[in-house]
Each structure stands twice: as C-alpha cells, then as structure tokens.
DNA sequence: TTGAAAGCGGTACCAA
DNA sequence: TTGGTACCGCTTTCAA
C-alpha cells in the first residue's frame, strides 16, 4: 500500500541504494539522478518508513517522557518544553503518566526500554533507584528531571531545592510570620530539600523548629489539592495553629487555602501562603497565589537538550546537572504589607 | 548488547522460531521446552525488540495524538483519559502539541503518519480537511476528539455543543441576566455549535441577539485567559455592557474574570460567568467557576477505546460518532440565587 | 512439536 | 557515481 524505497527504484530503473542516499542527502549522487528520484518521491508522496530505519540504525528519534501526572500544571509546562525542543530537532516524543505510583512507573519504563526510544526524560516517584540501574545495563541515556536521588550520579535537570525553601520561607517571615508550617510530601528529593531549606531559615532567623507544624504525607490519594485540604485541616485543629503556610508546589497550596478560607479564615490576614511552581494559573486562583517560579518551561527543554545531546555522543559522558536559579513571584496570598502586586 | 531471540536459541540449542514462538503463547511448543526457554528469557533480562516487530507485523503499537496545547487543563485531562487506557491495552502513546498552530499540525500529522503509529487522535484547530484527505489515503484509522468537521464523516468523540450553548445559556437567563454575551473562537466546531446553542436559547426566550455582544477571536495568542481578557475589555467599553458572559470555555473565562474585576464589578452580581470544560482548578478560582462538564477523561478514555478497536478491526468501519453528555455544574460565577454552591 | 527459509523496509560497506 | 550483498531482530509460512 505504501510507497517504499524499492517502488520508487524499480519505476526509475536505478538502485535501491541510490534512491536511499537521494533520501539522505549523501554527496555521492549525480544531480540529475537525484533530481530524477525527488521528483518521483514527490509524485508518489513517498514516506520513510521510520520504523525500518529505526531498526537498522539502532536509533528511533523517539524519546520517552514519564511524569507523576499530566493533568498538574506543572509537568504539563515541563511536557510542553521538552516537545518543543524535540519537534524541532525532528524527535518525537513518547509520553507517560505514572500516576504518582512507583509500580506504574516502573512498568512504563520497562515499555520504554522495550520499545528502544533514544532517551528517557524520568520526574520519577520512585523511592528506590533500582529502575535506573536497569536503565543503565540498558545503556540508554536518560535524564531525572525535577526530581533527583542521593547516591545517584545521573543527568538532573532541575532546581536549587535547598534555596527554594529558603527563599520561600525568608518571604514569609519578612512578611510578618511568625509561626511558620511546612506542607509537603515524602521520600521525594525536592520535598526532602525544600524542608531542609525551611529549617534553615527559620534556624537562620533564631526561630524554634515545631515538629508539630510539619506535614509530610505522600500524595498517592489524589490531585494534591485533597492532600493539602487533609494536611490544613490538621494544622488547623493544634491549639496554636500557624500564621504562615509554606507549601511544597501549588495544587497542595490550593488545598491548604480551602481549608483555611472554610474555616472562616482569611489569607493573608490570619495565614500567608505560599507554593512552588508557579503554575500558570497561580494568579487566577481564589487568592492570586504567590509562588516559588521554577521555570518549568525552561526546565523541560533544557532537559529535553540534554537528553539529546547524550543521543548524540559517540562515548559515554559523565552526569550532567543542569540547575534553573528559583524566582520568587509574589502575590496576594502572602503579601501582609501595602504594596500592590501586580498581574504577573 | 542487547539479548536477542537469537542469543537464547544458540543458548538452548533450540531454533529462533520456537524461542519466538514461546515470546507469544503459541500452542505448538511442548510444556518442557517452553520452560527452559522462558527460564532462559528471564535469566538474561529478554525483552523483544518492538521496532523489529513493528516492522514485520506492520503495527506498532503506538498511538499518536495530538492536542492544540498540553498545558490546557482540559487537553490534558483528555490525554490523561487516553494514556491510561492505551497502557491498559499495551499501547504506548505518542503526543505532539500543535500550539494551536494549523500549520504546525499538519506538520504533526505528517511526523505521525511516517512514523508508522498505529492510529491517530486528533483535537484539531485546522480550518480545512486536507490534512485528514492524506490520513485516509495512507489507510490510516483516525478519531476526532472534541472538534470535528462539517462534510468529514469521521470518527468521533466529542461533546454536543449545540446542548452546551443552550445549558449555558439557559442557566444565565434563568439567573436573571438580560444581555447576554457570547466570546469563543473562530472556524472551531466547538465554538460555531455552541454559538448556536447560545443564540437558540435566547431566540426560544424572546430576547435580542445583539452583534455586539459576540465575541470570536481565534486565539493564537496566547494562552486562552489573554485572549479572554481583551475580549471583555471590547465588551466592558460598550454603552451597555452585559450582565451575562457564556465563554467558550474555562481559560477564556479565566480571562474575562480579571478583565471583570479588574473594573471595578462584580462576579455575579454586575456580570454572571459561565465556561465550558469544567477544567480541574475551576472551582478554585478566584470566583468559583460555573462551567459546563465535558467530563473530559471519560471523553479521552473513549477516543483511545474507539481507536483501538478501529485498529483491530479487520476491515474498514464505517465512522462513528460518541457524544458526551454535557452537564450543568454551578459554582458562584454565576449564582445569583441563594442557593449555596458546593465544592464540587 | 520443531525449524528452515523468506522477508518486513530500510542502511552500511565495499566493489565495480 | 552506482549498486550488490549482507544484515538489523523479529514473524510467517510451510515442510519435516
């Protein structure tokens, strides 16, 4: 039904051959065969057939993209990078959502191997690395994207975790808090680290640390939002409830702000918040979101150039981390002074 | 490097047929042979090759679907909807954004269809049917997700979007708006369907319909919620403006929410609001959203559902057409009446 | 129950 | 400049 390379051979009495170097630009081809065989390809609407070129050359010029969730702004912004890159290099892109689960996503991996894509692009849930390992007998690229793992040296692209706690929390405090929580999620490398940029600025500031007012809750249960609804409302039952609420990435800070305004509370008057991601719809929420920016645009093709440039090396190159600087973006919902915010 | 069907015959001195035989549950193998050869596959790690197979058998097991921006909360649910089906049935999922970008989706389609991908979704934001004219030359099944085609009888999984103009707008009238305005798109079958809806219920309750108060921008753009924005501006400048707004869907409304406030009215009181797609941080807002539900999973689970079985089918179907019920779901954007609105 | 041979649609290498 | 041949890893067919 398709037109192949031998149709196009057999109609011009030439070589197989000699039509597959006219496909691929080679030198070695006299103009007027080459014009001959063009215009052929044209009339028949010829199409390489990917999947054959795939298996004799080894390489697919497909990647292999795997997130905890399609639908969290965030990894969509990270998607919408990383196929931005790839479609103008001439890759595609193979994508899959594991749901937060670390089964799911080990199974989606072992497709991906299967399946021979060039490289893989991981923000993984998993608590283990042994799926990376696997990757690595494989000997197929990939790079950890957002989230990393101690005591693996692979490629990472991502953010200064450490910093984007700091930062945030240093916010809340030079707006007034005083009684500051965390909300956030377990065993994940960037939860992990924004707590301990946290507890560093709060230690930084004399500030006692209370046990009580960090919540770590992994969010298998649902969008993020539920897991921030369930976590404010603990907060909410101490006998002391915090002033100022640093959130682990906005969905969770959506939640955390229904339980609070449910409450009869008001943002920021009684509790600032503030999130990380600023995901795009941030400002449009009930109270405009201030936010820790990752630039998850940015970060999903930066990835998505690394990943290739491994595709492309000859010999095996040593880890690469790729860090995007955090930006902190303010907006009502921690904002206790007189300054407007703006509409970012 | 990689273990081959090969490498395991040589093993167990057996030939590549029966070891490929045994990879697929063939009956022919006897129960003795079948378990050295699988002992053997799981001692090396096997894993086929599914670029050698695609090839032979002419399938790849890969969908391909392409979307006008994953960032869209609804797109992204609808790819959501469709990947978890897909893996449930061993299919991987290739997805391209076309930004909505005409040309950029043609091209999309075109990357697709070289790639061999056993069938195609498509949310398209084309104005003409070229690019589906080469998609059936090349044999190719393909479904329609959310936006279809006058005079294209083609697969199909959408919304009835005449319903979705007249719920919406029904629900305005019955919450005491007068002047009713319409803003949404251009050539999409979304918008032009519900504008009908829109105008139908306004002509089934006697009232106007005034020029001025519709509003259809194609939104290049930007992200939906800019073009939304300008669009109120325009309406916020008439002598008259509306106390009722049905946008096309959820972002413009987005949009149209800050061009409101931002003047100094008020959401519901001055101006009602209503979206459609029901997109996850609707509710969130920082008015609560009315919206109409598309239930966008389910209407993703069905497209890749409607796609798989057009690739089983032995010979060609004729097109069919899976309507997703529209439903009414009413936050404080546009409740007037007293009724309290739930968290939905 | 097993396997030899042919071939899927390309590319690589080297000789003509 | 051109093309014969082998082969990528697997499936299909059919004979043993």
Redesign the pocket.
């Known amino acids: 039904?398709?037109?192949?390379?031998?149709?196009i051979?057999r109609d011009l009495?030439?070589?197989?051959?000699?039509?597959?170097?006219v496909?691929?630009n080679?030198?070695?081809?006299?103009?007027?065969?080459?014009d001959r065989v063009l215009k052929r390809m044209k009339e028949l609407n010829?199409?390489?057939?990917?999947?054959?070129?795939a298996?004799?050359?080894?390489r697919s010029h497909l990647m292999g993209l795997v997130v905890p969730d399609l639908v969290h702004p965030f990894f969509a912004q990270v998607a919408k990078g990383v196929s931005s890159v790839l479609r103008n290099r001439g890759y595609g892109l193979v994508i899959a959502s594991s749901e937060e689960d670390p089964d799911l996503e080990r199974q989606e991996i072992g497709q991906m191997l299967a399946r021979r894509l060039d490289g893989l692009l991981i923000a993984s849930t998993q608590w283990t690395v042994e799926s990376f390992r696997k990757i690595e007998e494989q000997q197929r690229p990939y790079v950890l994207v957002d989230r990393k793992f101690n005591g693996l040296p692979a490629n990472f692209v991502g953010s200064d975790d450490v910093a984007i706690g700091r930062m945030a929390t240093t916010h809340l405090l030079e707006n007034g808090c005083k009684r500051l929580a965390y909300i956030g999620g377990e065993h994940v490398s960037t939860a992990i680290e924004r707590l301990e940029g946290f507890r560093g600025a709060l230690t930084s500031a004399g500030l006692p640390i209370s046990n009580e007012y960090i919540v770590c809750r992994p969010h298998y249960d649902d969008a993020g939002d539920v897991t921030g609804y369930k976590a404010a409302k603990e907060l909410l039952a101490l006998t002391s409830i915090p002033d100022g609420i640093f959130c682990n990435n906005d969905p969770l800070a959506m939640g955390v702000m229904d339980a609070i305004l449910e409450a009869g509370l008001r943002i920021p008057e009684d509790i600032c918040i503030i999130g990380a991601g600023n995901v795009r719809y941030a400002g449009a929420l009930r109270v405009p979101l201030s936010s820790i920016d990752q630039d998850s645009a940015l970060l999903g093709s930066r990835s998505a150039e690394l990943a290739l440039s491994l595709v492309q090396a000859k010999t095996p190159q040593r880890p690469k981390q790729i860090i995007i600087p955090p930006q902190l973006v303010v907006r009502q919902s921690s904002m206790r002074s007189t300054v407007q915010a703006g509409r970012p």
């Open positions: 039904m398709a037109v192949r390379l031998k149709d051979a009495g030439v070589s197989v051959v000699t039509v597959s170097k496909l691929r080679h030198e070695d081809i006299s103009t007027e065969t080459r010829y199409q390489p057939n990917l999947a054959a070129r298996l004799v050359t080894g």
